[in-house]
């Protein structure tokens, strides 16, 4: 199972996400899990412990043929995998364009070097360039974190858009797992006016599961370690698991949509007709 995380709009937690629902996945046991960092700013590199400078290759070689799977590291969380990424990953947005199969390397490569994961997570760009459309065309489903802030339904509506023309075009199996809100403070009014918003038009296709804005979770990158290492008590690491935990669900053909909702403002229940429509979008 692949699965991207992806927003066109920078800043609303894609690669904190990418890197907990990893960590959360792996320390269930279920299966080993790889995160590829497809972002050039390699944030997701450094946040799980990797090194950048010590690197000698990146996601970027693996995509153009030079390495295999040979670039994948370990991480400190057993069943955990980082294929790291570099800043030469810049260049790919120009290489790409003048081949034949622009928007297919990324799913191609992973096809042939990459088999026996039993979920890869993909951090994407905050951009909508030919990285993300790599991400896109690769991945069985999409996760689209998005902030709890004024504008984020008119982000929202244009990324969607994207994803029903990548379906249309790239990759007709491409379905989107959830919305998710993020860094939710519930201290200030438009936190829970934008959830109200939101799951008002989007119903069950956005997570039950609200992350909420927490210091520890901050701080978890700079240490180099993922929320479920560097305080697994936090509010922060709760509110991952618990998504881990709604994630499986819909995987496996189930909606959590109907447990108490960790956090404050819940919104109450929902009928069921906004997953569906992740069939439809």
Same mark, same amino acid.
Do not use: W
């Given at each position: 199972?692949?699965?991207s995380?992806c927003?066109? &709009?920078?800043? /609303?937690?894609? #690669?904190?996400?990418a890197?907990?629902?990893a960590?959360?996945? %792996?320390?269930?046991?279920? =299966? !080993?899990?790889?995160?590829?960092?497809?972002?050039?700013?390699?944030?997701?590199?450094?946040?799980?412990g990797i090194?950048r400078?010590?690197?000698?290759?990146?996601?970027?070689?693996?995509?153009?043929g030079?390495?295999? &799977?040979?670039? /994948?590291h370990? #991480?400190?969380?057993?069943?955990?995998?980082?294929?790291?990424? %570099?800043?030469?990953?810049? =260049? !790919?947005e120009?290489e790409?364009?003048?081949?034949?199969?622009?928007e297919?390397?990324l799913?191609?490569?992973?096809?042939?070097?990459?088999q026996g994961?039993?979920h890869?997570?993909i951090?994407?760009p905050?951009?909508?360039?030919?990285?993300?459309i790599?991400?896109?065309v690769?991945s069985d489903k999409?996760?689209?974190p998005?902030?709890?802030e004024?504008?984020?339904l008119?982000?929202?509506?244009?990324f969607l858009?994207?994803?029903?023309?990548i379906?249309e075009?790239?990759?007709?199996?491409?379905?989107?797992?959830?919305?998710?809100?993020?860094?939710?403070?519930?201290?200030?009014?438009?936190?829970?006016?934008?959830?109200?918003?939101?799951?008002?038009?989007?119903?069950?296709?956005v997570?039950h599961?609200?992350?909420h804005r927490?210091?520890?979770l901050a701080?978890?990158?700079?240490?180099?370690?993922?929320?479920?290492?560097y305080?697994?008590?936090?509010?922060?690491?709760?509110?991952?698991?618990?998504?881990?935990?709604?994630?499986?669900?819909?995987?496996?053909g189930?909606?959590?949509?109907?447990k108490?909702?960790?956090?404050?403002?819940?919104?109450?229940?929902?009928?069921?007709?906004?997953?569906?429509?992740?069939?439809q979008?």
């Amino acid at each position: 199972m692949v699965i991207s995380i992806c927003n066109q &709009k920078g800043g /609303v937690g894609k #690669t904190t996400t990418a890197i907990s629902i990893a960590t959360s996945l %792996a320390l269930r046991n279920s =299966g !080993s899990v790889l995160l590829v960092d497809f972002d050039p700013q390699a944030n997701a590199t450094s946040g799980i412990g990797i090194e950048r400078s010590a690197l000698t290759s990146s996601v970027y070689d693996f995509i153009n043929g030079n390495v295999g &799977k040979e670039v /994948v590291h370990n #991480t400190a969380v057993a069943n955990l995998f980082v294929m790291p990424s %570099a800043i030469e990953l810049c =260049g !790919s947005e120009i290489e790409l364009i003048e081949s034949a199969d622009r928007e297919f390397r990324l799913k191609s490569k992973i096809s042939q070097e990459l088999q026996g994961y039993s979920h890869v997570i993909i951090d994407t760009p905050p951009s909508l360039g030919i990285l993300t459309i790599n991400s896109l065309v690769a991945s069985d489903k999409v996760i689209v974190p998005i902030q709890c802030e004024y504008f984020a339904l008119e982000g929202l509506m244009a990324f969607l858009n994207t994803v029903r023309l990548i379906r249309e075009r790239l990759n007709a199996s491409l379905d989107i797992l959830g919305v998710l809100l993020t860094m939710a403070d519930y201290r200030t009014n438009i936190a829970s006016e934008v959830e109200q918003e939101i799951r008002q038009n989007f119903k069950d296709l956005v997570f039950h599961t609200v992350i909420h804005r927490n210091v520890r979770l901050a701080e978890a990158p700079s240490h180099g370690k993922p929320i479920g290492l560097y305080d697994p008590k936090s509010i922060g690491a709760q509110c991952y698991d618990a998504l881990t935990e709604e994630i499986l669900g819909r995987l496996g053909g189930y909606n959590h949509g109907e447990k108490e909702r960790l956090g404050q403002g819940d919104i109450g229940t929902h009928s069921g007709e906004g997953y569906s429509r992740a069939q439809q979008i």
